[in-house]
T-cell receptor, first 115, second 113 residues
Framework: AQKITQTQPGMFVQEKEAVTLDCTYD???????LFWYKQPSSGEMIFLIY??????QNATEGRYSLNFQKARKSANLVISASQLGDSAMYFC????????????FGPGTSLSVIP | DGGITQSPKYLFRKEGQNVTLSCEQN?????MYWYRQDPGQGLRLIYY???????QKGDIAEGYSVSREKKESFPLTVTSAQKNPTAFYLC????????????FGSGTRLTVV
């Protein structure tokens, strides 16, 4: 069974502050790595960042960075210098290696940036 | 510009009717996927296809059907057997199966009336 936990259903952050979104996954199959996606209120899913399980350094993409702890199956997303446009749902999505390399999405965290 | 086009954006269906959601991509991607999203929840995989003329069931395939006759197209039919079809449906593609970023369409919101 595969289970992805995002313990913070809703979060608030002050504009220009940093925020950390949590993600842990409990999967019976090995994981290649993990994605984070953003979903604004318009509904489209936007790729943010990816970290491979065997990457030595944590991934960074602009204001986004991952705190990936493979042994704990934890991959927290850090957003620095929050902007109003960061208000959205955020989903972590590990890539599970089964007979097909499948991306499983967590339940999501709603982030609201306060001016 | 390359991307994924889903149509229509909003769709209303009467109970007992089948309805087909369109998904077209011009990214030359091999793999395509259909996800369902219910309010306040994450995405659940309905069907996926790694190559033309081949597709596999995802976690919630019951009441749905797909075809992959062309690389560019992966339509999803919501049949009358799907008991609770009201949801937001997202189509995605990736260059190949595996840990490669997905490109998503803008979604179709299906409502049963």
């Amino acid at each position: 069974a595969q289970k992805i936990t995002q313990t913070q259903p809703g979060m608030f952050v002050q504009e220009k502050e940093a925020v950390t979104l949590d993600c842990t996954y409990d999967t019976s199959d090995p994981s290649y790595g993990l994605f984070w996606y953003k979903q604004p209120s318009s509904g489209e899913m936007i790729f943010l960042i990816y970290q491979g399980s065997y990457d030595q350094q944590n991934a960074t993409e602009g204001r986004y960075s991952l705190n990936f702890q493979k042994a704990r199956k934890s991959a927290n997303l850090v957003i620095s210098a929050s902007q109003l446009g960061d208000s959205a749902m955020y989903f972590c999505a590990p890539v599970i290696t089964t007979s097909y390399d499948k991306v499983i999405f967590g339940p999501g965290t709603s982030l609201s940036v306060i001016p | 510009d390359g991307g994924i086009t889903q149509s229509p954006k909003y769709l209303f269906r009467k109970e007992g009717q089948n309805v087909t959601l369109s998904c077209e991509q011009n990214l030359n991607h091999d793999a395509m996927y259909w996800y369902r999203q219910d309010p306040g929840q994450g995405l659940r995989l309905i069907y996926y296809s790694q190559i033309v003329n081949d597709f596999q069931k995802g976690d919630i395939a019951e009441g749905y059907s797909v075809s992959r006759e062309k690389k560019e197209s992966f339509p999803l039919t919501v049949t009358s057997a799907q008991k609770n079809p009201t949801a937001f449906y997202l189509c995605a593609s990736s260059s190949k199966p595996g840990p490669y970023g997905y490109t998503f369409g803008s979604g179709t919101r299906l409502t049963v009336v």
